[in-house]
């Protein structure tokens, strides 16, 4: 795997953004998104007291906010990932089965203020590509989660490309994190528990750490990667890919606060909404893919965490009120007797076809008591490649997410920054100045 690894590394280095406005476009989208996501979970209570008690115990220079508390970049890449994932919003890569950007990029950010803009997108891209493709390959096991898994071997490729090694040093700060991968459970998602939203933070700690080693000298075994799929999964890793695409156009965006699974029949719903009384509703059968139904199973969930897991609650939420974000999950809306008395009415059912031929959907069948029936057939949502995320979408959902914590004003002039500033600006002077030490 270490010669398709460089080969991919090499063709990366020798990329100028500016010569893919594609790639650059959706790159920066993705920051875009991801920050979006990252300043709606802060605002939730143990996101913002773990980054207060950081502070406390170890302060350091960066800072999401001006005023904010004062993070060491290690503590800064733990509560960014937790942040961006709290609300189940941020990206995802279908191919990969989960998120290679919110790793590299909690990984990154702490070192944005010591870059051009051009060079942080560029850093992020290798992470992106790496992480997106060793998600493809190390397949986790059943009862694992990927969150603390995969996605650090993109956060070293990442945060080694932004130090400046070269593609073969870059191939070792992978195989070193490769040689510490942990098991990270699913365990916490059935039971609704928010320790998995800190794995993806010790994904980007250990980038971090493996790329800054290596930067000092420290080696790494070649093959490490393999290794670690022969002992810690107990089977070879799956063909490593090194055609010469970018995995990062296929990253998707999301409309929805919640697992990509639940997304299907939550458009479905949206769709039939207008057209219920919701008072009337006699029965409500969700058939979808399997997969979906082997994820998202949580029935009458008890947490945020268990309810972004679950095709009911998402379903429920959507004909309810019509939206499915952070808001959702916050009290009183969250225990909505309504919503949960629609909820309990939700049938889920496994549509075969689908399953047999891999494709994802979900038909929605409502039945309501005067004996109206409604149905409704979702192949596709948006962010999906057949339904691309318009930029007016992302910039909505960017601007929402940031009520409560920016000025409109602020919002939209971060918005514009990171969407639009050219390759040699540098536009996050929110954050630690270039002066300060280097990371961790």
Not at 266 to 279: E, G, H, K, N, Y
Request: aromatic share 8%; hydrophobic share 45%.
């Amino acid at each position: 795997m270490d010669a398709q690894l460089l080969s991919v590394l090499q063709r990366l280095n020798a990329v100028d953004l500016e010569e893919h406005p594609a790639l650059n476009t959706h790159a920066r989208q993705l920051v875009l998104d991801t920050l979006g996501c990252i300043v709606a979970g802060w605002r939730a209570v143990p996101v913002a007291e773990l980054a207060q008690r950081a502070a406390a115990a170890d302060p350091g220079s960066f800072r999401l906010m001006p005023d904010g508390p004062g993070l060491t970049a290690c503590h800064a890449a733990m509560v960014l990932a937790m942040a961006a994932c709290w609300d189940e919003a941020c990206e995802g890569h279908a191919g990969a089965h989960g998120r290679p950007g919110v790793a590299a990029l909690a990984a990154l950010l702490p070192m944005a203020s010591r870059l051009t803009y051009g060079q942080f997108l560029k850093s992020f891209v290798v992470g992106y590509e790496i992480g997106a493709r060793m998600g493809a390959s190390l397949r986790i096991n059943p009862g694992m989660h990927v969150d603390g898994n995969w996605p650090a071997l993109g956060a070293a490729a990442a945060v080694a490309h932004a130090l400046g090694l070269t593609p073969a040093q870059i191939v070792q700060a992978v195989n070193l994190a490769a040689c510490q991968l942990p098991m990270s459970l699913y365990w916490p998602v059935r039971s609704g528990d928010t320790a998995r939203n800190t794995y993806l933070g010790h994904s980007a700690q250990l980038g971090q750490s493996a790329a800054l080693a290596v930067a000092s000298g420290i080696t790494a075994p070649a093959g490490s990667v393999a290794e670690y799929a022969r002992v810690g999964l107990g089977k070879p890793p799956l063909a490593f890919d090194d055609a010469a695409d970018f995995q990062l156009l296929q990253a998707y965006f999301k409309p929805y606060a919640a697992v990509r699974h639940v997304h299907y029949g939550a458009l479905a719903a949206d769709a039939l909404r207008a057209a219920i009384d919701l008072d009337t509703v006699d029965s409500v059968v969700l058939q979808i893919y399997e997969e979906a139904t082997i994820y998202c199973g949580n029935r009458a969930p008890q947490t945020p965490l268990q309810a972004q897991f679950s095709l009911s609650f998402g379903l429920a939420a959507m004909l309810r009120w019509g939206r499915l974000d952070p808001w959702v999950y916050r009290e009183p809306q969250f225990q909505d007797p309504a919503l949960r008395e629609l909820e309990a009415k939700v049938q889920v059912q496994v549509d075969a076809p689908w399953t047999q031929q891999g494709l994802r959907g979900a038909r929605l069948l409502i039945a309501c008591q005067d004996g109206n029936r409604h149905e409704h057939e979702v192949t596709a949502v948006p962010g999906d490649a057949q339904m691309p995320f318009t930029e007016e979408a992302l910039l909505e959902k960017f601007l929402g997410y940031c009520e409560g914590s920016l000025s409109a004003a602020s919002a939209s002039n971060w918005a514009q920054q990171l969407l639009m500033a050219p390759a040699d600006a540098q536009p996050f002077p929110f954050w630690n100045s270039p002066q300060e030490k280097t990371p961790c």
